[in-house]
C-alpha cells in the first residue's frame, strides 16, 4: 500500500520525456472539433442566408409567401424594403421584406 502512495508523491517527470509533437497532439481535437462544427452547422446556415436573401430580392406580384409571424399571403406589391400583402379577400397587411420567412 506505500509503496503505491511513494509513487504517487514522485517528483515531475524530467524534460527530456516530454516530445515536441505534445503540443500539435493538444490542438488537434480543437482544429478537428472546428472543422466539423464548419461542415456541420456554419456552411450550411450560411447557404440557406444566401437563398433566403435572393428569395426576398425576387419577389414578384403572385408569388404565395409566409411571414416570420405566420401569416400567409399573396404579394399584391413590393415597395423598397416592404411588401403589401393580401392575406384575405379586401385584407392587405404591410409587412418588411426581412419579416419574410419564404415559399408558402
Given at each position: ?33 472546428f ?8 456552411r450550411?446556415q450560411?447557404?440557406r442566408?444566401?437563398?433566403?436573401q ?8 403572385g ?12 404579394v399584391v ?19 418588411l ?8
Amino acid at each position: 500500500m506505500w509503496d503505491s502512495l511513494a509513487y504517487a508523491m514522485g517528483g515531475p517527470p524530467s524534460q527530456g520525456a516530454q516530445g515536441g509533437g505534445s503540443l500539435i497532439a493538444a490542438f488537434l481535437p480543437l482544429v478537428l472539433i472546428f472543422v466539423v462544427f464548419y461542415f456541420l452547422l456554419i456552411r450550411p446556415q450560411q447557404k440557406r442566408a444566401r437563398e433566403h436573401q435572393k428569395f426576398v430580392q425576387n419577389l414578384k406580384h403572385g408569388q404565395k409567401v409566409v411571414t416570420a409571424g405566420g401569416l400567409v399571403g399573396h404579394v399584391v406589391k413590393v415597395e423598397g424594403e416592404e411588401v403589401l400583402l393580401e392575406i384575405s379577400p379586401e385584407v392587405k397587411v404591410r409587412v418588411l421584406k426581412n419579416y419574410i420567412a419564404g415559399p408558402a
